[in-house]
Nanobody, 122 residues
Framework: QVQLIESGGGLVQAGGSLRLSCTNS????????VGWFRQAPGKEREFVAA????????YYVDSVKGRFTISRHNAKNTVYLQMNSLKPEDTAVYYC???????????????WGQGTQVTVSS
């Protein structure tokens, strides 16, 4: 059973940092790939970052490369998205999702959390 819970969103000034967390309701992620997506008002959902089951392979959309870091701590059953140098255009609802397929295949993510709001003020 998969029940994803995101936390860590909030309001931050441009240039600031936030760390999002995703847990599977206390259970392990097993061999699932874990990804972060975001959706801003009036825009399509965007695939932001992902990691494979071991954390040894990662994916980032170009707009966040060098600013965001995804990490996976299987012993803590938690996946993090560290977001630095935040920009107003990063404002969105951020969703955690898991996939049994290839980690960088956005279409393979089938289980989703409820999302956490990130707002970056200018």
């Amino acid at each position: 059973q998969v029940q994803l819970i995101e936390s860590g969103g909030g309001l931050v000034q441009a240039g600031g940092s936030l760390r999002l967390s995703c847990t599977n309701s206390g259970r392990t992620f097993g061999s699932y790939a874990v990804g972060w997506f975001r959706q801003a008002p009036g825009k399509e959902r965007e695939f932001v970052a992902a990691t494979n089951w071991s954390g040894g392979n990662t994916y980032y959309v170009d707009s966040v490369k060098g600013r965001f870091t995804i990490s996976r701590h299987n012993a803590k059953n938690t996946v993090y998205l560290q977001m630095n140098s935040l920009k107003p255009e990063d404002t969105a609802v951020y969703y955690c999702a898991v996939s049994q397929g290839w980690f960088s295949d956005a279409d393979g993510y089938t289980y989703w959390g409820q999302g956490t709001q990130v707002t970056v003020s200018s």
